[in-house]
């Protein structure tokens, strides 16, 4: 294996790691309600992005992995790799979750992970999957104009990281506002929900992010400022 390439997926395993700790555990704690739920989400990524963004790129979510796949900004080997990192963060984080906080602020036993689900989930699934499929394809989008166009510059990340808590502040109390298989894939697979949503919900997110990719590539790509000036600077 590449030794860059390992490095590259440590780092996105420890930031979905991160970012699931945090999330699903204010989740399952209620931190500050829906609120506080949801910037609990996007602060922690832009904390993530600033950190690891310069090596590995930050996307702890396969969902934005694929979109750059689909886009032709990543290799079909970088992406494997990056997937099997974010979902192993993922486990470790909702493990963790459930074995050390086991109460919850009021004393009450915590049942559950602060899986990604809401009032839609049950009944309305087609539903929710839809609201999930287009709120990750606006997620990806944002990722690719903002972090890989180079859009906004250092403030890519604050962008990013507000935009998750956005989605999470409409999408919260009917789909749990997850935009990250990752993040659904963990507490699923750990509090019992994998087969009756989780799978779903994955699909439905990942296709969000395929079509963000190949869209904003196909049809609204534009220089990096940085790429074209490193260019500029190789031809004088």
Not at 108 to 114: E, N, Q, S
Not at 127 to 147: G, M
């Amino acid at each position: 294996m590449n030794k860059n390439l390992g490095r590259d997926a440590t780092a996105e395993a420890i930031g979905t790691f991160m970012l699931v700790l945090v999330g699903a555990g204010a989740g399952a704690l209620n931190v500050g309600g829906l609120v506080g739920v949801a910037l609990a989400h996007g602060l922690i990524l832009v904390g993530i992005i600033y950190t690891y963004g310069h090596i590995s790129g930050a996307h702890v979510n396969p969902a934005v992995t694929l979109g750059l796949l689909t886009g032709g900004h990543i290799s079909v080997t970088r992406a494997v790799y990056y997937w099997v990192a974010q979902l192993i963060g993922a486990v470790i984080a909702a493990g963790f979750i459930k074995l050390m906080i086991p109460v919850d602020a009021a004393g009450a036993v915590l049942t559950g992970l602060g899986e990604t689900k809401g009032s839609l989930t049950g009944s309305y699934l087609i539903n929710a999957l839809a609201i999930e499929f287009v709120l990750t394809f606006l997620l990806v989008s944002v990722v690719t104009q903002a972090a890989v166009f180079g859009k906004v510059g250092v403030v890519a990340g604050l962008a990013i990281g507000l935009l998750l808590a956005a989605c999470i502040l409409f999408a919260g109390p009917i789909t749990g506002g997850s935009l990250n298989p990752a993040r659904t894939f963990g507490p699923a697979l750990l509090n019992g929900g994998l087969f009756t949503y989780g799978i779903q919900y994955m699909i439905a997110i990942l296709l969000g992010g395929a079509a963000a990719g190949y869209i904003q590539n196909a049809f609204f790509k534009t220089a990096n400022p940085a790429e074209e000036a490193a260019k500029a600077k190789t031809r004088r």
